[in-house]
DNA sequence: TCCAATTATCATGTATACGATAGGGCAGGA
DNA sequence: TCCTGCCCTATCGTATACATGATAATTGGA
């Protein structure tokens, strides 16, 4: 017999809620678009009380703006807004990551070994559409054994925030390829259990995104 | 003519929204006690809409947990989860306070001194209604100058979480003395610039409250 | 022609009404 | 005695309907 997994029975305001974060996080939704709620309770085919009750969340995730008597505006961080996220999340994962690499086992560094193995195949196969998934995966699996599940909701939701800026660049495949680099040699050095390099280069690897966000954005406007 | 505020058009939501957080946060509402949304609507006198919008708020904000069909929980934290929250705020404040010290001007000092002396008057005429408002205060007026609104936001929301598990023991007066014998040490080092170690001895002092709260629950269970 | 004030319109805010789910108690049978 | 299944009730989930505020259009006047 197999494992029952817990029916999942959801309420139509998470069913909502989850749609639109993902659609938010995609990018389908433009910086500072407004959500109208009746759009969306028609496109969804329910009324505006789940809709409402999805946006409320989502404001308080940081993924939109609410308004009163205006609407929903899907947010739009400023460049030292990203840098400022990214500032705060390098120092939250370069500790999680210190904390994690006594406690890793061989399992750990497999699961995440399989995860770059998965990335490489992308990259070679021009498949970058689950990049996002992959590379979460990896984070993940280094920070596991650290067991700080608060630390690591936390690390998602600003994750989360910044996710549709630092992506704008790394579609190019030379900066893809370099983020695999990094990823294998922050790896190696979990391997080594050289833990004070680990936890200083995954800070640069890190913020790198807003160095190549920045250089993104002088290109645009030159 | 007098000034005019920007009168406060509240909306039902977010004053009930704040409401609750405030009564949450004070403790009004114990662990794990079920807030039911018809209950609340009565004694706001409102219906249940605005409730449930903001409980998905609170939600977000991880004070309240709200289950399917089951409702509304007050949020209940494990010692570990404490401990955790702590840690981060430890990591986050410390490198906001070194990236703040460099850039505090006279005013910022004096504004901290002011609140510290504040502090005092409480502390010796017995008034311990406002400390934590005060200790907010002071912390926020060494992290000023950094100008990192949100990093700030994120520290807040932390310190919501966990702020009332750390005040069980925090009305002995022993402990609000020492407090304040750590700020004013905390704000000596400030002056002298000492960003080290001043970054250093903040981690400590945040990280003393984990250990207030572990002495009060080994007591309180022996 | 331009400005101001008023009205019209639309999206949001809120209340009420209805439907669905979970949990507990009760009755019937093993 | 214990289990099982049904029903019943409290509470939550969702839809619909109405109220209110904000914005655009329009009208009147200077």
Not at 56 to 82: M, T, Y
Not at 131 to 140: D, I, P, T, V, Y
Not at 180 to 196: A, D, F, N, Q, T
Request: hydrophobic share 40%; glycine share 4%; proline share 2%.
């Amino acid at each position: 017999m197999t494992i029952m997994q817990p029916i999942k029975r959801q309420t139509l305001t998470s069913a909502v809620t989850e749609s639109l974060r993902k659609r938010i996080l995609s990018g389908e939704f433009a910086d500072g678009q407004q959500l109208r709620q009746e759009a969306l309770s028609n496109e969804y085919g329910v009324s505006r009380v789940p809709v409402r009750e999805a946006l409320r969340q989502l404001e308080a995730e940081g993924l939109i703006q609410i308004i009163d008597h205006k609407g929903a505006l899907v947010s739009k961080l400023s460049f030292e807004d990203v840098l400022e996220f990214l500032e705060i999340r390098s120092q939250l994962e370069s500790a999680l990551l210190a904390a994690s690499i006594p406690r890793q086992t061989e399992d750990d560094l497999a699961l995440a070994q399989a995860t770059l193995d998965e990335f490489e195949e992308a990259l070679q196969s021009g498949d970058v559409r689950h990049w996002g998934e992959l590379n979460s995966r990896f984070h993940l699996a280094l920070y596991r054994s650290a067991e700080r599940p608060n630390t690591l909701a936390l690390i998602e939701s600003l994750h989360n925030k910044t996710d549709r800026y630092t992506r704008m660049q790394i579609l190019f495949t030379e900066t893809m390829a370099r983020a695999h680099e990094e990823h294998s040699r922050l790896l190696r050095l979990c391997r080594e259990r050289r833990v004070e390099e680990a936890a200083e280069f995954i800070r640069f690897h890190i913020l790198s995104a807003g160095r190549a966000l920045e250089a993104y954005l002088q290109e645009q406007s030159a």
